[in-house]
């Protein structure tokens, strides 16, 4: 993520020392109001969702998810996981498949925090299998582009969704795949010290 | 569409219902809940403001654009429009960047055409995955998330290809 970074950001900025060098600090200005904007967004939504959820947590419905869920669950992320973590991954699961994904959001990061040991620094194998299934999306009705392409005026605007749900369907079942197989070659550090020469340290 | 917008509502419905035959105190519960919110944006924004920086640079100085079109050839191997490369290049990093220039698409593109729904099938099919994986994170000292990144883009790539392929075919 650092180099990523810092390739963007010098690559940018080295052409814009040569094209338009007061580019740099509007755009700069404007991705950070940016961001200030969609946090704003986030935490009125991150409350909404969060509130919502801990009612269901209190009541006891996302362990009743969490029960119908746990098969699935349970295949994919290993049977060592808490019973907390898991109402927190199904709640995850199951917002992401509504398309509610900034409902989802803090459902993922309440189950990473709490498969984290202290003082751990490298991400273990289900943290990781549950970034792949959400990074990989598992929306099933994009909203935002079906809206898009009714403000353009499309006659069918939902003919793409057919493609697309096989696409997302794919990326989602070959991210699974992909971190099974890894999760076999690269062993989780506490088993093997002796993998940890293979991942170098990137700084 | 019209599925979602019921949806939410009969959720709610539904939970407060419960939480009324289980008298329940819904309305301190929702509130507790909602005050997390804010520890979360805490932890979330510096990341969200570290990363929109340096994607808007990218943008506006025409870098973005100018990579895409060197791997243009790359992603034609693989059946995706070259028009589409500065889209499959972004998505991943700032959904707004992309969402911008999938606006752009249809506007040159149109919608309906085989450029316009395999762009809808990419940014539909795909998430932030940068976003996503950082943002987990969040709550624990992790540095190292190994191999998350790189095998989620490879998977969104590999969805990404017969989404488009589906497109021709369908």
Not at chain 1, 25 to 44: C, E, H, P, Q, Y
Not at chain 1, 50 to 64: C, P
Not at chain 1, 131 to 137: E, K, L, Q, R
Not at chain 2, 64 to 84: H, Q
Request: aromatic share 8%; charged share 10%; glycine share 6%.
């Amino acid at each position: 993520m650092n180099k990523l970074w810092i390739c963007i950001l010098l690559s940018s900025l080295t052409v814009a020392m040569w094209t338009s060098p007061s580019i740099a600090i509007t755009a700069m200005t404007k991705g950070a109001n940016d961001a200030v904007k969609l946090s704003l967004t986030l935490v009125a939504l991150y409350g909404l969702w969060l509130g919502l959820l801990n009612i269901m947590e209190k009541l006891g419905l996302t362990a009743k998810l969490s029960k119908l869920m746990s098969p699935v669950v349970r295949f994919l992320f290993g049977k060592e996981i808490s019973a907390d973590t898991q109402q927190y991954i199904s709640t995850n699961i199951a917002a992401n498949l509504l398309g509610l994904g900034n409902a989802a959001t803090p459902m993922g990061i309440n189950a990473v925090s709490s498969m984290a040991k202290e003082g751990q620094t490298k991400a273990s194998t289900p943290m990781i299998m549950l970034v792949v299934i959400s990074a990989t999306s598992l929306q099933l009705l994009p909203t935002t582009v079906i809206g898009l392409l009714v403000s353009h005026g499309s006659t069918n605007p939902t003919a793409f969704l057919l493609p697309c749900i096989i696409a997302t369907v794919t990326s989602t079942l070959v991210g699974i795949v992909l971190v099974k197989v890894f999760s076999k070659i690269f062993v989780d550090t506490k088993k093997t010290k002796a993998t940890t020469k293979e991942d170098t340290p990137c700084k | 569409m019209q599925v979602t917008a019921y949806l939410i509502p009969a959720l709610f419905i539904f939970v407060l219902c419960y939480s009324l035959a289980k008298r329940h105190n819904a309305y301190q519960s929702f509130a507790e809940g909602a005050s997390q919110a804010l520890n979360l944006i805490f932890k979330v924004f510096p990341y969200l403001l570290t990363v929109m920086i340096a994607v808007e640079i990218f943008r506006q100085t025409g870098v973005s654009a100018g990579l895409a079109k060197l791997v243009s050839p790359a992603l034609g191997v693989f059946g995706i429009p070259k028009e589409l490369s500065e889209l499959v290049l972004l998505r991943p990093l700032s959904g707004a960047g992309s969402l911008a220039i999938l606006d752009n698409i249809y506007s040159v593109h149109g919608t309906d055409t085989y450029i316009g729904k395999c762009a809808s099938v990419i940014y539909g099919s795909s998430e932030t995955i940068f976003y996503v994986a950082t943002i987990y994170f969040t709550g624990t000292k992790i540095k190292k998330l190994r191999y998350a990144i790189p095998l989620s883009l490879l998977a969104t790539f590999v969805g990404v290809i017969v989404g488009c392929w589906m497109v021709r075919l369908l």
